[in-house]
């Protein structure tokens, strides 16, 4: 089973994501509300995969990949962007994001996402 940390300003976003993870059997480890404490509880939890929010208050999901990645060249981070955020999406891919899902999204598209990345 594979352990997830979710980061998300959003608390109803975090709990979607962690109702669909746990159902489709991840393990939520940790849930982040900014980038900050996403690198933080990264480097504390060692999680197989991270979700990342690519518009957060003090620190951008986008920083905050490149904070992990710095931790962990082999991180396994998803990007969760909502509509019209390509160009941040083609940035995180150049800065290490393993894949990305577009809000809103289904528990079949997170899932499969996931799967792909080896979770």
């Keep these: 089973m594979a352990s997830v940390l979710i980061v998300d300003d959003a608390a109803f976003m975090r709990m979607s994501l962690k109702m669909m993870l746990e159902k489709n059997g991840y393990q ?9 404490e996403g690198i933080r509880m990264f480097n504390e939890l060692r999680p197989d995969i991270v979700t990342m929010d690519i518009t957060m208050p003090e620190m951008t999901g986008l920083e905050a990949l490149k904070g992990i990645m710095a931790i962990d060249k082999k991180a396994k981070v998803m990007m ?6 390509e160009t941040m999406v083609k940035e995180a891919v150049v800065a290490g994001a393993r894949g990305f899902v577009v809000k809103p999204f289904t528990e079949d598209v997170v899932v499969k996402a996931l799967r792909q990345l080896g979770g």
């Design 28 to 36: 939520v480890v940790g849930e982040a509300v900014n980038g900050v």
């Design 80 to 85: 969760v962007s909502a509509m019209g955020q």
